[in-house]
């Protein structure tokens, strides 16, 4: 059964970091795009950090540049998002995605995903 499941999320006090992972299971990730995306309470969905496995290209949002790093594993069919310097504003539940899109397409939400995992929620206390 195809399916993303996410780790990682937790509570971490202000410039903490943590590493979510999300693990791919029956999709593989070579000729995807894969992504991170949040949502905070009463906001909408936002595109987090996006990269391109087809043509390298990437994508992330302003407000996490310099702090977050998305990496993936090929061997463990796994991928990550490294947050550094974490800020209150960061809480939100984190969730990946894969898409066949872009990386701009994608973080920009333009179009459906192909997968979703369920989320992990991240605290970011001040």
């Known amino acids: 059964q195809e399916r993303l499941v996410e780790s990682g999320g937790g509570l971490v006090q202000t410039g903490g970091s943590l590493r979510l992972s999300c693990a791919a299971s029956?999709?593989?990730?070579?000729?995807?795009?894969i992504g991170w995306f949040r949502q905070a309470p009463g906001k909408e969905r936002e595109g987090v950090s996006c990269?391109?496995?087809?043509?390298?290209?990437?994508r992330e949002a302003d407000s996490v540049k310099g702090r977050f790093t998305i990496s993936r594993d090929s061997a463990k069919n796994t991928f990550y998002l490294q947050m550094n310097n974490l800020k209150p504003e960061d809480t939100a539940t984190y969730y990946c995605?894969?898409?066949?899109?872009?990386?701009?397409?994608?973080?920009?939400?333009?179009?459906?995903?192909?997968?979703w995992g369920k989320g992990t929620p991240v605290t970011v206390s001040s």
């Open positions: 995605a894969v898409s066949r899109w872009t990386a701009e397409a994608m973080c920009a939400l333009r179009y459906g995903m192909d997968y």
């Open positions: 029956g999709i593989r990730l070579d000729y995807l795009v």
């Open positions: 990269l391109s496995n087809i043509d390298g290209n990437a």
